[in-house]
Nanobody
Framework: QLQLVESGGGLVQPGGSLRLSCVASGFTLDYYIIGWFRQAPGKEREGISCISSSGDITNYADSVKGRFTISRDNAENTVYLQMNSLKPDDTANYYC??????????????????????WGQGTQVTVSS
């Protein structure tokens, strides 16, 4: 059974940092583009960062560029999202998702989350003082 599990969310003050992890089980991430998405109450799901299967191509939403960094360790079957300089607007439920790399591109994955075939259950990030 293909599964993605996110962790690392929590409550943090503005300006703080968190690192989210997305661990895959039941399949190897080697052949998958992985994306991080977020959804706040009353808002549409937003693609914030995506990474190619080898890790050499990344894409970021303008809202997080320069603050968030996506990376992956295929040996550990894990993708990370380092989030720095967090703002209250970053408050949302954060999800990771996977799509086979031969059917999409990194940028398309971030723009069209419906491309993803496997989703995690999400981890809540709250930025508040």
């Amino acid at each position: 059974q293909l599964q993605l599990v996110e962790s690392g969310g929590g409550l943090v003050q503005p300006g703080g940092s968190l690192r989210l992890s997305c661990v895959a089980s039941g399949f190897t991430l080697d052949y998958y583009i992985i994306g991080w998405f977020r959804q706040a109450p009353g808002k549409e799901r937003e693609g914030i960062s995506c990474i190619s299967s080898s890790g050499d191509i990344t894409n970021y939403a303008d809202s997080v560029k320069g603050r968030f960094t996506i990376s992956r360790d295929n040996a550990e079957n894990t993708v990370y999202l380092q989030m720095n300089s967090l703002k209250p607007d970053d408050t949302a439920n954060y999800y990771c998702a996977a799509s086979r790399s031969h059917i999409t591109t990194v940028k398309a994955m971030c723009i069209m989350p419906q491309i993803a075939t496997t989703w995690g259950q999400g981890t809540q990030v709250t930025v508040s003082s």
